[in-house]
């Protein structure tokens, strides 16, 4: 999920562990020349080589080999992955290889066995308690507020759903108005205005959330909401009630009813034709 605390985590390793930490990003590893990527690619983990021990932090890794496999690039991609490869099989220098992504299903194959990373986590929507924290340290930041009592209680239950990332900007957007507005005042009244008028990013994008194990029965993505699956809903509804007898006529068949379609597609058609 993005916004959950994915790139934070890396850096809280890394303060926790007290090991230096590089990010490495793929996409701006390549360069426009040919064999410049590769080059490239090379010098930066051998660099990551020589300051181990340290966390080697690779964000967004599936946009940055997201053409692996194809040839729309050249070939650029799968030799990133095959040295890539490579290069987590053999190196022996002590180190944290991490990386960050949000589309598991789109990274090759091949990094997802055991002996290139060995575990996968799932940074999941905070809970209630994990809500009630975040909302304690950044009411505290930036409105020097003490999160407690009955009406936090009232906000954690109206932030489900929300990510971190959603609750810090709510929080600096409070903040923000209160330093350019002296009469604006933090009642209990602007601040449930404040969160009710937030949409979060698992009700803004549900399409991207279809597989999350705690939206995905709830989010409904725009697809599903389209004629054609509203058609066969009702053509089923018609089906069921014509087996029990009901004496309602059953939905024409697939072949009747795509000649219809088509004469209907025509006759629109032909409209325009006269109306231009």
Same mark, same amino acid.
């Given at each position: 999920?993005p916004?959950c605390g994915?790139? !934070?985590?890396a850096?809280?390793i890394?303060a926790s562990?007290? !090991?230096?930490?590089?990010? !490495?990003? %793929?996409?701006?590893v390549?360069?426009s020349?040919?064999g #410049?990527?590769e080059?490239?690619l090379q010098?930066?983990?051998?660099?990551?080589?020589?300051?181990a021990?340290c966390?080697?932090?690779i964000?967004?890794i599936?946009?940055?080999?997201s053409g692996a496999?194809s040839?729309?690039d050249?070939?650029?991609?799968t030799?990133m &992955?095959?040295?890539?490869? +490579?290069?987590l099989?053999e190196?022996?220098k002590?180190?944290?290889?991490r990386?960050?992504g949000?589309r598991?299903l789109h990274?090759?194959s091949?990094l997802?066995?055991?002996g290139?990373?060995?575990?996968l +986590? +799932?940074i999941?929507?905070p809970?209630a308690?994990?809500?009630?924290?975040?909302?304690?340290?950044y009411?505290r930041?930036?409105?020097g507020?003490? +999160?407690?009592?009955a009406?936090?209680?009232?906000l954690v239950?109206?932030?489900d759903? %929300?990510t971190?990332?959603?609750?810090?900007?709510? &929080?600096r957007?409070l903040a923000y108005?209160?330093?350019?507005?002296p009469? %604006?005042?933090?009642?209990a009244?602007? !601040?449930?205005s404040?969160f009710?008028?937030?949409?979060?990013?698992s009700?803004?994008a549900?399409?991207?959330?279809r597989r999350h194990?705690?939206l995905g029965?709830?989010?409904?993505? $725009?697809?599903?909401r389209?004629?054609?699956?509203?058609r066969d809903?009702?053509q089923?509804v018609r089906?069921?009630?014509?087996? #029990?007898g009901?004496g &309602?006529a059953p $939905?024409p068949d697939?072949?009747?009813r795509?000649?219809?379609?088509?004469?209907s597609t025509?006759?629109?058609r032909?409209?325009?034709r006269k109306?231009?």
């Amino acid at each position: 999920m993005p916004g959950c605390g994915k790139s !934070l985590s890396a850096k809280a390793i890394s303060a926790s562990w007290k !090991l230096p930490l590089y990010r !490495l990003d %793929f996409a701006t590893v390549q360069g426009s020349y040919v064999g #410049q990527t590769e080059q490239q690619l090379q010098s930066a983990l051998q660099t990551a080589e020589n300051v181990a021990p340290c966390i080697l932090w690779i964000d967004e890794i599936e946009k940055g080999l997201s053409g692996a496999g194809s040839s729309n690039d050249g070939g650029v991609s799968t030799r990133m &992955v095959g040295q890539f490869l +490579f290069w987590l099989q053999e190196c022996r220098k002590a180190g944290l290889c991490r990386r960050d992504g949000e589309r598991r299903l789109h990274a090759p194959s091949e990094l997802l066995r055991r002996g290139r990373f060995d575990e996968l +986590f +799932f940074i999941d929507l905070p809970t209630a308690d994990e809500r009630r924290d975040i909302l304690h340290l950044y009411m505290r930041k930036y409105l020097g507020l003490d +999160f407690a009592g009955a009406f936090a209680d009232t906000l954690v239950a109206m932030t489900d759903g %929300f990510t971190g990332a959603d609750l810090e900007s709510t &929080v600096r957007d409070l903040a923000y108005r209160a330093i350019a507005n002296p009469a %604006f005042s933090l009642s209990a009244e602007n !601040l449930r205005s404040a969160f009710e008028n937030v949409v979060p990013l698992s009700a803004t994008a549900p399409e991207k959330n279809r597989r999350h194990p705690r939206l995905g029965t709830r989010a409904r993505c $725009p697809r599903e909401r389209t004629p054609h699956r509203q058609r066969d809903r009702a053509q089923k509804v018609r089906r069921d009630a014509h087996a #029990q007898g009901t004496g &309602v006529a059953p $939905p024409p068949d697939r072949k009747e009813r795509t000649c219809r379609d088509h004469y209907s597609t025509e006759i629109r058609r032909n409209r325009r034709r006269k109306a231009a």
